[in-house]
């Protein structure tokens, strides 16, 4: 195992087979950086093309399709005291009568205060003149190289992962992913202080990051849809539009979790999510929707083993 330090000269917007930047191993971790969704590095200079220019792509030694990786997040946090976001909530988050009352879209910069991870607006906003957030971060982009060679834009998601922007995938957590293609070719980009549920405004707080992740190689270990795992959750993700249709690739992952790992039958996984499950809202936002099922871990235990 070891730990590999890379400094990006080269970002995509799109997740398909380009280039490896590095090839790792199983158990191997990686020191790297990641630019905001404008193409904005930690010196505020645009040194790539929007939409959401991702890190990548990391080829993992000896992933092969029907392999699963796992990507634990060491550690990520912006290197840079500033960031901007969106100011109006997206028109078609509201009802067709309100659209014409929403005023033209325009950026907001935020100022961070590293020392106390707090941001707050770089001009005062009229009726939230004292607002201070607590930066939250997360990484909105991330995800394998999709199957039979396909090259998916940065903008979106499907099953190999990409524009999810669920605020869940912060440090300490591990994300699960099907491999599509040989060495997985994974990404990550899309760096977010912070974001309420669903994306709604279009953007989280954007910046860029200094990031440590470690992977691991589950092998002929497959799943359909990407999977999640934090210190009290298991969790699935949908990605797909409408809502529904990503609701449903999202319960079905989690059932198929639920049989396969944990021994149960449809009856007793749709017993313990329909009393237990809970959803979040990833985004609503994208041209894909993210949907994401939790269970909590603690019911888990209950689960009786033969």
Not at 174 to 181: C, I, K, L, S
Request: net charge negative; aromatic share 10%; with cysteine.
């Amino acid at each position: 195992m070891s730990i590999h330090t890379f400094e990006p000269s080269l970002y995509y917007n799109t997740m398909g087979s380009h280039e490896p930047v590095l090839y790792i191993k199983d158990g191997d971790s990686v020191v790297t950086s990641t630019i905001d969704s404008r193409g904005k590095n930690k010196n505020l200079r645009v040194i790539a093309s929007p939409p959401n220019p991702v890190t990548g792509p990391f080829f993992i030694e000896g992933a092969e399709p029907g392999d699963t990786l796992a990507v634990c997040f060491d550690h990520m946090k912006p290197n840079r005291n500033s960031g901007w976001t969106g100011n109006i909530v997206a028109p078609h988050l509201v009802n067709a009568e309100e659209v014409v009352n929403l005023p033209q879209r325009e950026l907001i910069d935020w100022d961070f205060d590293l020392k106390k991870d707090t941001a707050q607006p770089s001009k005062p906003i009229s009726g939230l003149s004292n607002i201070q957030l607590k930066i939250e971060p997360f990484l909105g982009c991330f995800g394998v190289a999709p199957a039979r060679g396909e090259m998916i834009s940065t903008a979106s998601s499907a099953e190999h992962g990409g524009n999810m922007d669920y605020r869940g995938f912060q440090a300490g957590v591990t994300a699960y992913f099907p491999v599509f293609e040989p060495g997985a070719l994974f990404y990550l980009g899309d760096s977010h202080a912070r974001q309420g549920d669903g994306e709604i405004i279009g953007t989280g707080i954007e910046t860029s990051f200094e990031v440590q992740f470690t992977v691991h190689l589950i092998k002929e270990k497959r799943i359909g849809w990407p999977r999640g795992e934090d210190e009290n959750h298991i969790f699935t993700i949908g990605n797909a539009r409408p809502l529904e249709l990503a609701l449903q690739h999202a319960t079905t992952e989690m059932l198929q979790w639920l049989r396969e790992d944990y021994g149960l039958d449809h009856v007793a996984a749709s017993v313990l999510l329909g009393h237990c499950v809970q959803y979040d809202i990833g985004n609503v936002y994208n041209p894909a929707y993210t949907l994401v099922c939790k269970l909590p871990k603690d019911m888990l235990g209950k689960i009786e083993t033969s």
